[in-house]
């Protein structure tokens, strides 16, 4: 027997309301390639929408999760929890105690948890921005009141406008992440030690989803400062965007009161698994890194050549501007490069992002660029 379910008109009225903090919210507008391009599996296609990696993991990540698959299927079990084991490793190399890491599902889950955790309706929370949008959606969720700050120019970093607004808002949280997406503008440890100073009682997420990308970590903040919060994410870098897994460094106090609000079987076993064999396989994520090294400076050079103004990042994008940027993502489409328009958010008139790859996948797409560009004449022959 199948079960028949009328049919949904547009604007029919929901038989239950959401709460009332949701009615107001906007969704996070979540456009992926992947569905486009899994149907034409003949077609090369470049996937550079999302910043994921655009590699295969370690090959010892395939091997961890069909050998525990093929030994004993114990998926009829909950997974370890609290990732325990990957904790371990993570304690482990990165030289800090257990007591300050926490495991979730992705970095999403992290920044979820940690705004649940410390606001409070009507608390203000200061992101600056352009930034990484759903952040700022699990604030709403919890009542914050968001107050943006833009710096002057959207590609550098101003920590005299940032301590400023700081001292002056005594924000109970803000959002800052570094390299910044979608800019790259980032803030160095010894700047980020001034903020943590000039608000104590205000809690500083530092979202790290790049920092394999930079080289570059605050870690070293949390010896001397209890109000901050690192996020890290198995996404990017390690080519893990599928499995959902990140985690955050803090103080072991904020770890306890953020781990309140996030189940222990939260991450599953397959996922961590594959976390720590990608975490064991270094090599791997700095052969990665060097491509994508690599990459950046041959589309700089590109774009000198050409004229396009291009803003290279310490992380794994690019950002470009063009004079019809919907048109010219809509062209690249069409020749298999799927890239993020960010052309309409504020400071970013006309930007486009570009995940950044191997230099082979770096020439084929700057190929595809070239021949989108000629056909509106914005580039010489
Ligand atoms: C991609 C991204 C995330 C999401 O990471 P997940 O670990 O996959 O949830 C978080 N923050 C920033 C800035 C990102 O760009």
Redesign the pocket.
């Known amino acids: 027997m199948t079960l028949s379910i009328a049919p949904r008109t547009e604007n029919a009225l929901p038989a239950v309301e959401p709460a009332r903090i949701i009615r107001g919210i906007k969704p996070y507008q979540a456009v992926s390639s992947l569905n486009l391009i899994r149907a034409q599996p003949d077609r090369t296609a470049y996937k550079i929408d999302?910043?994921e990696s655009t590699v295969l993991p370690s090959p010892n990540v395939a091997q961890a999760i069909t050998g525990f698959l093929s030994e004993n299927l114990h998926v009829n079990l909950y997974p370890v929890l609290d990732s325990a084991n990957l904790i371990e490793k993570l304690s482990r190399f990165y030289a800090i105690p257990e007591e300050n890491l926490l495991v979730t599902a992705?970095?999403?889950?992290a920044?979820n948890a940690i705004c649940t955790t410390y606001i409070n309706a009507g608390d203000p929370v200061l992101v600056p921005s352009p930034?990484?949008e759903?952040?700022v959606l699990f604030a709403q969720i919890r009542g914050a009141r968001i107050v943006r700050w833009y710096a002057e120019d959207p590609f550098k970093s101003d920590l005299e406008g940032l301590l400023a607004q700081v001292k002056r808002i005594q924000p109970r949280m803000v959002y800052l992440?570094c390299p910044n997406?979608p800019t790259g503008v980032m803030y160095r440890p010894d700047e980020i030690a001034q903020l943590l100073q000039a608000a104590p009682e205000t809690l500083f997420i530092v979202?790290e989803?790049?920092g394999e990308f930079a080289r570059a970590t605050a870690l070293e903040l949390l010896r001397d400062y209890k109000n901050l919060v690192i996020?890290r994410?198995?996404?990017?870098a390690y080519g893990l965007?599928g499995l959902?897994?990140?985690y955050m460094f803090a103080d072991a106090a904020l770890i306890r009161d953020i781990h309140r609000v996030v189940s222990p079987k939260s991450v599953g076993i397959l996922s961590q698994l594959g976390a720590i064999a990608a975490l064991e396989d270094q090599d791997h994520l700095n052969r990665f890194v060097d491509a994508v090294e690599q990459s950046k400076v041959q589309i700089a050079v590109w774009a000198e050549k050409h004229g396009i103004e291009c803003h290279i990042t310490p992380a794994n994008f690019v950002m470009m501007r063009f004079e019809q940027a919907p048109w010219v993502v809509r062209q690249l489409a069409e020749e298999g490069i799927y890239v993020r328009d960010r052309s309409s958010m504020e400071k970013l008139q006309g930007f486009v992002r570009f995940s950044v790859g191997t230099p082979e996948q770096t020439d084929g797409i700057l190929r595809g660029l070239e021949s989108v560009l000629r056909g509106i004449g914005q580039l010489e022959l």
């Open positions: 999302w910043n992705g970095s999403d889950e920044l930034t990484y759903h952040f992440v997406n979202d989803a790049y996020t994410t198995f996404s990017k965007a959902r897994i990140g």
